[in-house]
């Protein structure tokens, strides 16, 4: 077998697929997956759960075959390795259904042609496109989301009657799609007759473009305005595309002055877009603009711990808080770092800690070890030792507040570049030679103390985690 050969045909294949599913499908349940053994038309690759394995199985088995297929040759079969024991990091081989048995799910396409809509089953029969698990029940609802939860609910409950158009915005990963399917999910529940549709601004694009070229842009139309509830995604991706939002325009025209229900999502304001029509801004304006910030520390954890129990999954407190004191740009990341920890655990047999939540991050986001500071350093001595910050800048004799303020000079010293004289200043506005006599104290006793030592310890792997 040529060395990495598995990661060469891996990556052929992820060619093909990322041409033939959404964005957001890609990257939740094909970006984490490891390429790990080619042998005898065999792939091999790594899965982070049974229910990772059963979702590619049940949905995208078809478009995994017939890839394999056509990008490493006929009868290639696809073995999954999937984690069952979490603790010991144990895992089983299942072979994936033959692909000669399986249909794609959708046909495979060299990704210049979109799926066509235009033949539009019943109304009870449609398929809504909506991402599975992305509903309210999972939507981890924090500070930076609440409103716009808590508005998506309204409008699931009366389509139309209350916020129309809702546009949804706010930077990548933050929940935006999430949101605007768990509102299209609500609907379908409470409101079975609505047709519904989720799309991306892209393929919408591509459905349009095709209807063109294939003459028959009249059933492309009729089709569209026939949706009760239409959710586009990225609108941002019509900037520029005057035909397209030429045409759109008349369809959200139509939607909305007979009463139809749109929900629109964009990585910015629609002040801030650029390239579209001023007469789509002003629709766009028309209902409620809602943003969805970056989760704030709090709601990150909340997301982890979510996530780890969905999936079946034991991961420490100590490693949850790292990963989301340091992965603080999305929801998105906060899930593909769980992902990539899973799958790297699998292939390097090794237990979930620290170390390999670092090495994870390190390679998944752009991530900064962040100094420590005095500040840090003052806050952690006093909340080991459960003594108030500002007793230490107190001129007191008492042990433990004097103990505490040695420490604090002690591990300055030695974690951070200020000379003596600046911790001195800093920690109580004493002198060189006080600090000095600090550190002195210190590591004599630590020498000599083994259970003075290990609190210390304690103190230091904290400031590392921080």
């Not at 984690?83 to 060299?110: C, F, H, Q, W, Y």
């Not at 842009?217 to 609108?235: A, E, P, R």
């Not at 790297?344 to 752009?366: D, G, P």
């Amino acid at each position: 077998m040529i060395e990495n050969e598995h990661n060469a045909l891996w990556n052929l294949c992820l060619r093909r697929i990322r041409d033939n599913v959404d964005k957001v499908v890609y990257e939740r349940w094909f970006e984490p997956i490891v390429p790990l053994q080619y042998e005898n038309k065999e792939l091999t690759i790594g899965v982070p759960s049974q229910f990772f394995y059963e979702i590619l199985e049940e949905k995208y088995a078809g478009l995994l075959s017939a890839t394999l297929n056509k990008e490493i040759g006929e009868g290639t079969q696809l073995l999954y390795r999937v984690l069952i024991d979490k603790t010991n990091g144990e895992s089983i081989t299942i072979e994936g259904r033959k692909g000669t048995n399986v249909a794609p799910a959708r046909p495979i396409t060299d990704g210049n042609k979109a799926p066509n809509p235009i033949k539009a089953p019943a109304p009870q029969d449609l398929d809504s496109q909506l991402i599975p698990n992305y509903n309210f029940e999972n939507f981890i609802k924090g500070t930076s989301n609440e409103f716009s939860r808590s508005v998506g609910e309204t409008i699931a409950e009366n389509p139309a009657k209350t916020f129309n158009p809702l546009f949804l915005y706010g930077p990548s990963g933050v929940g935006k799609t999430h949101l605007s399917n768990a509102i299209g999910a609500r609907i379908k529940e409470l409101h079975p007759d609505k047709r519904v549709l989720y799309v991306s601004a892209h393929l919408l694009q591509r459905q349009y473009t095709d209807s063109v070229r294939n003459n028959n842009f009249n059933s492309f139309m009729n089709f569209y305005q026939s949706i009760d509830v239409l959710i586009v995604d990225d609108i941002q991706e019509f900037s520029g595309l005057t035909k397209t939002q030429n045409t759109f325009f008349h369809i959200f025209n139509h939607l909305q002055q007979n009463g139809k229900q749109l929900i629109l999502t964009s990585d910015r304001a629609p002040v801030m877009l650029v390239g579209m029509e001023d007469r789509l801004l002003t629709r766009f304006k028309w209902g409620l603009i809602a943003e969805l910030d970056k989760p704030d520390v709090e709601l990150r954890k909340n997301i982890l711990r979510s996530k780890i129990h969905r999936d079946g999954l034991t991961i420490s407190n100590e490693v949850i808080d790292f990963i989301a004191e340091n992965v603080n740009e999305s929801v998105r990341e906060l899930e593909g770092v769980i992902q990539s920890l899973l799958a790297r655990s699998i292939y390097l047999k090794r237990e979930i800690n620290i170390s390999l939540a670092e090495h994870v991050i390190n390679k998944a986001v752009r991530y900064e070890k962040k100094p420590v500071t005095i500040e840090d350093i003052i806050s952690k001595v006093c909340a080991h030792y459960n003594i108030e910050e500002n007793a230490i800048f107190k001129k007191t004799r008492k042990r433990e507040i004097v103990q505490v303020r040695q420490i604090s000079m002690y591990l300055a010293k030695k974690h951070t570049g200020y000379s003596s004289a600046k911790i001195g200043q800093i920690v109580g506005n004493r002198d060189h030679a006080t600090v000095v006599h600090a550190c002195k104290i210190i590591k004599n006793q630590l020498e000599v103390d083994k259970a003075f030592h290990a609190e210390v310890k304690e103190i230091e792997i904290q400031l590392q985690n921080k």
